[in-house]
Nanobody, 126 residues
Framework: QLQPVESGGGLVQPGGSLRLSCAAS????????IGWFRQAPGKEREGVSC????????RYADSVKGRFTISRDNTKNTVYLQMNSLKPEDTAVYYC???????????????????WGQGTQVTVSS
């Protein structure tokens, strides 16, 4: 079973940056559409971004558009979420999710994804 593993979370001041990574051993992530989701305390899980198999199609939540960039390096079998200009409201547990499909697009619908990482905490605070 595919088990995505997130890394790169931590504590950062407002305006700072973090880069999250999503990887999985023993599987070729190019065969998976990848989504990033987050859940803040007291809030429902929300889609942050997603990326198609080839990386040719991406989507972003309005709240992060222009600040976050999703990318994938299929050679390194890794998906990234570069987070810039971080705000306190970005504080959440961030999850990487994967679905085994070949698509020219992606969805930020959590029910569509089959495999989920354990999450990594991102805290934006002074």
């Amino acid at each position: 079973q595919l088990q995505p593993v997130e890394s790169g979370g931590g504590l950062v001041q407002p305006g700072g940056s973090l880069r999250l990574s999503c990887a999985a051993s023993g599987f070729t992530l190019r065969n998976y559409v990848i989504g990033w989701f987050r859940q803040a305390p007291g809030k429902e899980r929300e889609g942050v971004s997603c990326i198609s198999n080839s990386g040719g199609s991406t989507r972003y939540a309005d709240s992060v558009k222009g600040r976050f960039t999703i990318s994938r390096d299929n050679t390194k079998n890794t998906v990234y979420l570069q987070m810039n200009s971080l705000k306190p409201e970005d504080t959440a547990v961030y999850y990487c999710a994967a679905v085994p499909t070949v698509q020219a697009m992606c969805l930020m619908t959590s029910s569509w994804y089959a495999y989920w990482g354990q999450g990594t905490q991102v805290t934006v605070s002074s």
